[in-house]
Nanobody
Framework: QVQLVESGGGLVQPGGSLRLSCAAS????????MGWYRQAPGKQRELVAA???????NYADSVKGRFTISRDNAKNTVYLQMENLKPEDTAVYYC?????????????????WGQGTQVTVSS
């Protein structure tokens, strides 16, 4: 089973940028969907962005126009470029993978999760 390791989180001021990376332990070429989800204190985990093996993307309304998900199959890595960050983006960000479509739900993700990386947006 593929393992996922996130990196790139940290503390950033409002309006700043961060790029999160999710490195997989094996090829992601055949993985149906990969995505980023986040969980803020006291809130449920929610979709941030997802990308399928065919290149289709989905974004939460709250991040459209500010965040970009990309998938580099050659490097077995998925990225989340975050621009114009806001305090409400503060959360633990989790990488997610669904090896096949039968195990995938956009709202809840697939069965494989990384350990998470903290993003804090504060002045």
């Amino acid at each position: 089973q593929v393992q996922l390791v996130e990196s790139g989180g940290g503390l950033v001021q409002p309006g700043g940028s961060l790029r999160l990376s999710c490195a997989a332990s094996r090829s992601i070429f055949s993985i149906y969907a990969m995505g980023w989800y986040r969980q803020a204190p006291g809130k449920q985990r929610e979709l941030v962005a997802a990308v399928t093996s065919g290149g289709s993307t989905n974004y939460a309304d709250s991040v459209k126009g500010r965040f970009t998900i990309s998938r580099d199959n050659a490097k077995n890595t998925v990225y989340l470029q975050m621009e114009n960050l806001k305090p409400e983006d503060t959360a633990v960000y989790y990488c997610n993978a669904a090896p096949n479509s039968l195990d995938y739900n956009l709202g809840y993700g697939g069965p494989i999760w990384g350990q998470g990386t903290q993003v804090t947006v504060s002045s």
